[in-house]
């Protein structure tokens, strides 16, 4: 930790992280050129430093890919790492069965987990290995949709609900079928419980994955949940929503824990120790906020606009 200096002070003076998260930390670092330690040494203590009262500290694997994003923006063209060893694909049959194991890289690694996930999700009742030999045999022809976000401000940034922060390059022989622009739906409110699939889409590029504290579940196998809940009068807006796993959102819903957000998206949890605790969205779409006596100005700001717009749609101003 010698080249990070900012973040040896804060551990040495709190001891807040394990060496595994510390692990986690250096093995992404290495990856960059010396010259962008100092750089990115401020922004893994900016992520690291609560903005909030009982604000949940960012997750291991959350910080090891925005690290990544950080050397992509800071160093487009870095130096070529060392030739991996060639994909392969080895096969060895018996007289019972044939094994098959096989090394993608690069694109197509995650072409070839889309396959296998959809061959899985089919809705058809053959197992896995019944429904890929279906689709060798060309008996299945499967139809796969991504979604991909690109921010307005980096449109070189790539971003799945399914693996996080991704290379543009991942999908580049795929074909667009249409660009929708979710600013349209941001300060909507929809008249049905279930949200519009642009709602969904704004959610999960806010959100980025569960927002109960410590979960990491990706936005693609999350639900979107209503914070006020719709038989309550929640409506169905950006700011009433939020991505849950099936476990999370079940506790949510049996009231083991109640959630509650600010104009910041920032979700409150208080679970049975009475003990807070605040998550912060993740995802592409989360607006960078300034620090200091201006960040809190503009934060009580966003606040009081927030409350104002959540109690006209509860009905409650007179």
């Not at 040495?12 to 750089?39: H, Q």
């Not at 890919?65 to 392969?88: G, M, Q």
């Not at 600013?183 to 569960?210: F, Q, W």
């Amino acid at each position: 930790m010698t080249n990070l200096p900012h973040l040896r002070a804060i551990q040495e003076r709190y001891y807040f992280l394990s060496i595994r998260y510390l692990a986690s930390i250096m093995i992404a670092v290495a990856k960059a050129d010396p010259t962008l330690w100092e750089e990115l040494d401020l922004r893994i203590t900016d992520a690291l430093t609560p903005v909030t009262a009982g604000e949940v500290m960012i997750q291991s694997s959350t910080l090891s890919k925005r690290i990544a994003a950080w050397i992509k923006e800071l160093d487009p063209e870095p130096t070529p790492e060392p030739t991996p060893k060639e994909d392969y694909v080895h096969v060895h049959t018996t007289d019972e069965a044939t094994y098959v194991r096989i090394k993608i890289s690069g694109p197509n690694r995650l072409l070839l987990n889309d396959i296998i996930t959809q061959l899985k999700d089919t809705d058809t009742e053959d197992s896995l290995p019944e429904a890929l030999m279906a689709f060798l045999t060309e008996k299945i022809h499967l139809k796969i949709t991504k979604y991909l976000f690109t921010p307005h401000k980096h449109p070189d940034q790539a971003w799945s609900p399914d693996y996080g922060d991704i290379d543009p390059e991942a999908y580049a022989n795929a074909t667009l079928v249409c660009a929708k622009n979710l600013d349209e739906v941001a300060g909507a409110t929809e008249k049905s419980y279930t949200p519009s699939e642009k709602m969904k889409a704004l959610i999960r590029a806010r959100d980025g994955h569960c927002r109960f504290p410590g979960c990491c579940v990706p936005a693609s196998k999350c639900q979107v949940d209503h914070i006020i809940p719709w038989a309550e009068g929640g409506p169905t807006a950006a700011w009433n929503l939020q991505l849950l796993c099936q476990r999370h959102h079940n506790m949510k819903t049996d009231g083991r824990f109640t959630a509650d957000a600010n104009g910041l998206a920032e979700i409150r949890w208080i679970g049975p120790m009475d003990v807070p605790a605040v998550t912060r969205p993740t995802g592409p779409l989360v607006k960078a906020m300034p620090r200091g006596i201006w960040g809190q100005v503009l934060r009580d700001r966003i606040q009081a606009r927030f409350e104002r717009i959540r109690d006209r749609a509860l009905n409650k101003e007179d």
